[in-house]
């Protein structure tokens, strides 16, 4: 093993690190306040909104990310109309571009998360709110939608692990986040082994910093199921 | 009319060539999931066994595959498959580089990443099977490999049927990446399509909807399969399982 081509790979792919984060960061944002609208859509009532919520989710869990991606990128600057409209300075950006597809497919697949959280909500609960008097909004902020996202936690830190995972899908419409910089070091060096060996720690520490955080937050939500220390009980 | 004669089969029309990519990522993806099966197989077995070393090399082995990106995974196989294949011609006196066929690549990168999905899958069904069934057919004097052949793989197949065809969506997306080999499946004819005629739009929306003619089709075929695998088992049974 030669340890000093190792440490400057290390070096060179931890550089690329925030440009992997910031892609993360940003489209699981988007992402899950799209995949609230689109929840919204779906549970809603409205014949017309949910079959449109069908229809997307049906698409956008249908296809790969890669030709949604593709379609972003190359499909939009086709128009005319989007070229010469006011998004076009951020459109031509692949940044942006990488962002929206990450964004709008996570947006379906967390939509389904989230419906099947909505579901699992025992009816009794609703029924008791109900009961007492609690409006809609206040209904859903305080029981049905807290209730929701912890039964969905589980599913939707495996989502958020994909979604890291996904992320390198920039690097083939140019942005030079850990895979893209992989790729490169290794049709510079030929030494495929030791640069994924580099590029596969990076990932997979981040994806642990991911699941702890996802378990801590899981934790901290559900003291209720807990047994009581014993030191409390008495 | 321009649009459709782009798309259609005539002398200027992509319609053969998509058509034939979709049937090159059917292939790839089955190849995929065969060798992604023996793999998982092996790695569930081996998950399976208690044996602490074998136990700890099946979680490397999910762990790695399944959490890096299936895009590095590809880039291992194939620039990696390369150097060893120049190595090897190399030993064998033939000077120069040799790729490594991009099929086999493809084939062996999502395989290997739909073997990681597979050994859970499998390890899940062979869990749901009832021990006192393993215990009857002990009881009645079957030997292991008899066991095996009776009782367990049937009730694995049947329970693994859904798992199966989740890791078969999953393989059928990431076959997309192998077009970064240059293998001409689905999505590299659309976007050899799409930069020949610099109709962008049009091709990665037909690339896209012969995608979900491909996910949809083989979600029916699952659920069929699942129902006939199930048509034996008392749909009591089914509630607890």
Known sequence: MDFAFLLQTMTTLLKAVPMTLALFSLSVFVGGLLALLIVWMRVGGNPVLSAFAKGYIFVFRGSPLLIQMFLVFYGLGQFGFIRYSFLWPFLREPFVCAVLSLALCTAGYSAEIFRGGIRAVSPREIEAARSIGMSGALLVRRILAPIAFRHALPAYSTEIVLMMKSTALASLVTVWEVTGVAQRLISQTYRTMEVFLCAAIIYLVLNFIILQAMSLLEYSLSRHRRAVPPALKA | ?241
Do not use: H
């Not at chain 2, 190849?31 to 569930?44: D, E, F, K, P, T």
């Not at chain 2, 990446?177 to 005629?197: F, H, K, P, Y």
């Not at chain 2, 949809?216 to 008392?234: Q, W």
């Open chain 2, 1 to 241: 009319m321009a649009t459709l004669e782009l798309i259609g089969f005539g002398s200027t029309g992509w319609g053969a060539l998509l058509l034939l990519a979709a049937l090159m990522t059917l292939c790839v993806t089955a190849s995929a999931l065969a060798i992604g099966a023996v793999l998982g197989a092996i790695i569930a077995a081996a998950k399976l066994s208690g044996k602490a070393t074998l136990v700890t090399l099946g979680n490397v082995y999910t762990t790695v595959f399944r959490g890096v990106p299936e895009l590095l995974i590809i880039y291992l196989i194939y620039f990696g498959g390369s150097s060893a294949v120049t190595s090897i011609g190399k030993a064998m006196g033939y000077e120069g580089f040799l790729g490594m066929p991009s099929f086999l690549a493809g084939a062996l990168a999502v395989g290997i990443i739909s073997g990681a999905y597979q050994a859970e899958v499998f390890r899940g069904a062979y869990l749901a099977i009832s021990k006192g069934e393993l215990e009857a057919a002990n009881a009645i004097g079957m030997n292991r490999s008899l066991r095996f052949r009776r009782v367990i793989i049937p009730q694995v197949l049947r329970f693994a049927i859904p798992g199966l065809g989740n890791v078969w969506q999953l393989s059928l997306k990431d076959s997309a990446l192998i077009s970064v080999t240059g293998l001409a499946e689905l999505m590299r004819t659309s976007q050899v399509a799409a930069g020949s005629t610099r109709q962008y739009f049009l091709f990665f929306i037909v690339g896209g909807i012969l995608y979900l003619v491909l996910t949809s089709l083989s979600d029916r075929i699952f659920n069929g399969a699942e129902r006939r695998a199930n048509r034996s088992m008392p749909t009591a049974a089914m509630g607890k399982a």
